[in-house]
C-alpha cells in the first residue's frame, strides 16, 4: 500500500495541489514512488523513486522551444524551481537528476533513468512563456520586459515568464543581491562617484542594459590596464556591483559576479551568452592560457558562437550574446593579442575593426583625485562595499527604464538621440568613421550613467558623468585611436628596422662615391652578388627604395592582402610607381638579367617624424 507519510494534523495544501501525477506513479509529501500494480488481493508495491517533484507547466519560447518547469522540495522542505528545455529528458539521466539533487531534491542513486520517465509522463495543461536568455525580451508588441535569472523586469510586473537557459547559466548562481539600494547607493557609488575612472567604470557596468536601444546593438571589449596594484580589479568590482556578488574573485571564487581570464573559447560563448544585456567582467588578462587571445576577442566582439552539429549530425543554433565585456590586466588589450607567434619573432596582425571593439584604457591611479595618503585606504574600503552591497542597481535600473518608456521603440530613440548628444563633444569633426564609431562606445557608457542619474539610480551629477567619460575618451583617443591604414604603414616600418639583413643591395655605390640612401647601412643589408636567407625584396642604395617581392609584402604587414597594403602606401605618399595605373614599378636594376616588377617603397617611411605620427599603440 502506498506509505503514510502526511504529517498528523497537516492543515496546508502541498505545491502541487490540483495537479494529478502520472498513472504509475504516486507524489506525496516525501517521496515521490513509482506503483507496481499487483493482481488479486496482493497489495500494490511503492518504489521510492526520488523526493516531492512535480512539473508546473509546459514552457515554450518565441521560436517554438518547447520545455518544463519543474517544481520540488528540497531537504528544508522549501520549494524550488527549475526551467529546463525539454530535450534534456532525452539526455543522460544522471546529468539533470544531478542537478536537481545539486538544487536540494533528495535521490536514490539507480533511479535517475526512472525519474526521468515519471517527469516525462507527466501530462499538464498550463503554459508559460519562457526565454532562453538574459536581457530583454523579444515582444512582438513592442512592450519592455527585462528577464532577470528569478524573475522578469516589467511595466505591469506580472508577468509570468521563466529563464529557461540551453545549458548550464552561472548567472543563476551569481546574480543575486545583498544590502539595499540606498546602502549600494552611500557605500558604493557615492564615493566612487569623486573619481572619473571609478565613476565611468560603475556606468559601464550599467551601460550592457541599452545595447538594445542603442545604434548598432554589437557587443565590445572594454578593457582597463596598467601597473600592478593600480585598483584594475576594483574598476571590475565596481563594474559587476549593480547586478551580483562584486567580492574580488580571488576571496570568493564560486560567488562572484567577475569571472577570470583563464577560459577556453567554448567556455567564453557559454558565459557571454549567460550574460546577455548585463556585463560580462574577465579579470587579469595575464591569466588567460591559450596563447593567441585574438580568436576569444573576436569571439565576444562578434556577439555570436560557432555553428555546430548535434549528436544527429544536425544544425544546432549557435549561442548569441549582446554584451560589454570589462576586461583587466596588467598589460593593454592590444600588447596581449600582438604576442608573437611560435617561433617567437613575428608579431600576430590586429584588423582595425577588431582595435575599434577592443577598447584600451589605460589607468595609473583610480583614486588621484583624494590626497596620496587616504587613496590606498579608499580604495580598500570601496572594494568591501562592493562585496557587501550589490545587485540592486542594476535590476532597479531596467526597472524604471521600463516605467519610463512605453515601447522598445521609444527607449530605441531616447537613447540613440542621448548617445548622439553626447558624441558630438567628444569627437572632432574629421575624425576617421572607425574612430568615431569607437567614441560612440564611450558615448554609450555616458549616456547609460546619465539615464541612471536621471532615473535616481545613480547617486551622481549627468555633468560630471559626461565629464568622466570624456576624459577616458581622451586616454584612449591619445594612445589607441590608429586607423587600419596608420597600422599598415607602421608594420611596414617595423617589418624594414628588423629584417634589414633580409633585403638584398643593389646599385652599390663606387668607394669615392657617397651613396644617395640616407639609410644605408651596410653592415645589415647585403650586397647582389651575397647569398641572402629567406629574401623579402632589395634595398637600392642609389635610389633609397627598398623593393619588395609579392610575399615579402604581405609578411611586412600581415593580416591585408598585398593591393590593399600597396594602396595605402601610395595614398601615404610612401609608394614609388613609374607606370600609370600601377601599384608595382619596374625594377632599375636586373635580377638574373630581367628588370622585374616589384613594390617600391621611399625611404622616408623610416624618417622619425613620419614614425612619430604613425605610432603604434602603447609606444612612448
Excluded at 297 to 309: N, P
Excluded at 437 to 456: N, Q
Amino acid at each position: 500500500r502506498e506509505p503514510d507519510t502526511a504529517p498528523t494534523g497537516q492543515k496546508s495544501p502541498p505545491p502541487w495541489f490540483g495537479k494529478i501525477p502520472p498513472n504509475g506513479w504516486s507524489l506525496t509529501r516525501k517521496m515521490v514512488f513509482e506503483v507496481k500494480e499487483k493482481s488479486g488481493d496482493t497489495q500494490d508495491e511503492y518504489i521510492p523513486t526520488c523526493g516531492p517533484l512535480w512539473v508546473v507547466g509546459r514552457t515554450t519560447g518565441a521560436h517554438g522551444q518547447w520545455g518544463l518547469v519543474l517544481g520540488f522540495l528540497d531537504h528544508n522542505g522549501h520549494e524550488q524551481r527549475l526551467a529546463l528545455p525539454a530535450a534534456r529528458l532525452h539526455g543522460d539521466p544522471s546529468a539533470l537528476v544531478g542537478d536537481l539533487s545539486e538544487m536540494g531534491l533528495k535521490t536514490l542513486p539507480g533511479r535517475e533513468k526512472k525519474t526521468l520517465a515519471y517527469l516525462g509522463a507527466w501530462d499538464v495543461k498550463e503554459r508559460i512563456l519562457s526565454a532562453k536568455r538574459l536581457g530583454w525580451l523579444e515582444d512582438p508588441t513592442g512592450a519592455l520586459a527585462f528577464v532577470m535569472p528569478d524573475h522578469v523586469i516589467g511595466r505591469d510586473g506580472n508577468r509570468e515568464l521563466v529563464y529557461q537557459p540551453e545549458r548550464y547559466s552561472p548567472t543563476v548562481k551569481t546574480v543575486h543581491a545583498a544590502g539595499s539600494l540606498e546602502q549600494w547607493r552611500a557605500h558604493v557609488a557615492r564615493s566612487a562617484g569623486e573619481h572619473p575612472p571609478m565613476l565611468f567604470a560603475l556606468c559601464a557596468g550599467l551601460a550592457p542594459a541599452l545595447l538594445a536601444f542603442a545604434e548598432g546593438a554589437d557587443s565590445y571589449v572594454l578593457h582597463f590596464w596598467g601597473t600592478t596594484s593600480r585598483g584594475k580589479t576594483t574598476l571590475g568590482q565596481l563594474a559587476a556591483s549593480p547586478w551580483g556578488c562584486a567580492a574580488d574573485p580571488a576571496d570568493a571564487p564560486s560567488l562572484a559576479f567577475i569571472r577570470r581570464w583563464n577560459l577556453t573559447g567554448n567556455g567564453l560563448e557559454g558565459l557571454a551568452e549567460a550574460h546577455s544585456d548585463l556585463p560580462l567582467v574577465l579579470d587579469e588578462l595575464g591569466a588567460a592560457t591559450v596563447g593567441d587571445v585574438r580568436p576569444l576577442v573576436y569571439q565576444l566582439a562578434g556577439g555570436q558562437g560557432k555553428t555546430a552539429m548535434n549528436s544527429a549530425r544536425e544544425m544546432r543554433e549557435p549561442r548569441s550574446w549582446r554584451t560589454i565585456a570589462i576586461s583587466t590586466g596588467e598589460m593593454s588589450l592590444h600588447a596581449r593579442m600582438s604576442d608573437p607567434e611560435q617561433d617567437g619573432k613575428r608579431a600576430r596582425s590586429i584588423k582595425g575593426g577588431l582595435t575599434h571593439r577592443a577598447l584600451d584604457v589605460e589607468v595609473s591611479d583610480i583614486a588621484a583625485n583624494a590626497p596620496k595618503a587616504e587613496r590606498e585606504a579608499l580604495v580598500s574600503s570601496i572594494k568591501a562595499a562592493c562585496a557587501r552591497y550589490y545587485g540592486t542597481a542594476g535590476p532597479e535600473f531596467v526597472r524604471r527604464l521600463a516605467a519610463r518608456f512605453g515601447t522598445m521603440a521609444e527607449a530605441r530613440a531616447h537613447v540613440r538621440a542621448l548617445v548622439e548628444t553626447i558624441l558630438i563633444g567628444m569627437a572632432e569633426p574629421g575624425l576617421p568613421t572607425e574612430t568615431r564609431r569607437a567614441l560612440r562606445r564611450f558615448a554609450l557608457i555616458a549616456a547609460a550613467g546619465e539615464l541612471a542619474s536621471e532615473l535616481d539610480v545613480l547617486p551622481v551629477a549627468p555633468a560630471a558623468i559626461r565629464s568622466a567619460a570624456q576624459t577616458m575618451a581622451r586616454s584612449w583617443l591619445s594612445a589607441s585611436a590608429e586607423t587600419d591604414e596608420q597600422r599598415i604603414v607602421a608594420s611596414v616600418r617595423a617589418f624594414i628596422l628588423a629584417h634589414e639583413s633580409r633585403f638584398q643591395r643593389v646599385n652599390e655605390p663606387e668607394e669615392d662615391q657617397e651613396p644617395v640612401n640616407p639609410y644605408n647601412r651596410p653592415a645589415r643589408a647585403r650586397r647582389l652578388d651575397e647569398p641572402v636567407r629567406d629574401r623579402v625584396g632589395f634595398v637600392d642604395s642609389q635610389s633609397g627604395l627598398w623593393w619588395f617581392t609579392d610575399a615579402g609584402l604581405i609578411e611586412a604587414a600581415p593580416g591585408h592582402d598585398k593591393t590593399a597594403i600597396a594602396r595605402t602606401l601610395r595614398d601615404a605618399g610612401y609608394l614609388f610607381t613609374n607606370e600609370k595605373q600601377k601599384l608595382m614599378a619596374r625594377a632599375s636594376f636586373a635580377v638574373e638579367g630581367k628588370r622585374p616588377w616589384l613594390y617600391a617603397v621611399k625611404s622616408a617611411i623610416l624618417d622619425e617624424e613620419t614614425a612619430e605620427l604613425h605610432k603604434s599603440p602603447g609606444q612612448p
